[in-house]
């Protein structure tokens, strides 16, 4: 079975600097792996997701997370944050031709003024 | 397309109840998903059809849940009887193949339940 490690419930992290949000995941298998957002009061978006090829992935709103499979590792990165990225995070990974999700337990970024 | 509709959005009844939640998913999606989240415990998959049927429903909590999709535009989860642990927001999603590995899964807005 698949499941998702994120040590970090709530992150607090001042409008334009970095953040790093971690996720590790764990498998016997190979794996599709992704990240959520999930603004208030709203359902979950994708934000980016690795299938294969490069091992960096980028999402359109200046998110990136690497796929480390030594370190068995997804994080998610942003060099400079901003207030509209207030939401709560969720890596997720899915074993490769299944079709059902495994969601670690979401990562609260709040970003100060 | 509107994307995934549910509804209620917000459901508050009493225990014992019967709740009756509703997933539109989107249009030429051949899979549906239905997830709880709770603080406790996080997202959790509860069932999951594909092409109206039921493909894993090891999620379920208990007999007090059932789900169907009597058709490929409509799902319902119903809780019978309900109970204050119940309390979550339920959230459907759907997907189609794409053909690229891996079949991308859009969210409802979810349905935020209350059992006092």
């Known amino acids: 079975a698949q499941s998702v490690t994120q040590l970090d419930s709530q992150v607090p992290v001042f409008e334009e600097a970095p953040v790093e949000l971690r996720c590790n995941y764990s498998s016997s298998v190979s794996v599709y792996l992704f990240w959520y957002v999930q603004y208030p009061n709203q359902g979950l978006q994708l934000l980016l997701k690795y299938l294969s090829g490069s091992t960096l992935v980028e999402s359109i709103n200046g998110f990136e997370a690497e796929f480390n499979k030594s370190q068995t590792s997804f994080h998610l990165r942003k060099p400079s944050v901003h207030i509209s990225d207030t939401a709560e995070y969720f890596c997720?990974?899915?074993?490769?031709?299944?079709?059902?999700?495994?969601f670690g337990t979401g990562t609260r970024l709040t970003v100060i003024p | 397309d509107a994307g995934v509709i549910q509804s209620p959005r917000h459901e508050v009844t009493e225990m014992g109840q019967e709740v009756t939640l509703r997933c539109k998913p989107i249009s030429g999606h051949n899979s549906l998903f239905w997830y709880r989240q709770t603080m406790m415990r996080g997202l959790e998959l509860l069932i999951y059809f594909n092409n109206n049927v039921p493909i894993d429903d090891s999620g379920m909590p208990e007999d007090r849940f059932s789900a169907k999709m009597p058709n490929a535009s409509f799902s319902t989860l119903k809780i019978q009887p309900s109970e204050p642990r119940d309390s979550a927001v339920y959230f459907c999603?759907?997907?189609?193949?794409?053909?690229?590995?891996?079949?991308?899964?859009?969210f409802g807005p979810g349905t935020r339940l209350t059992v006092l």
């Open positions: 997720a990974v899915i074993r490769t031709g299944a079709n059902n999700l495994f």
């Open positions: 999603a759907s997907s189609s193949p794409s053909g690229g590995g891996y079949n991308e899964q859009f």
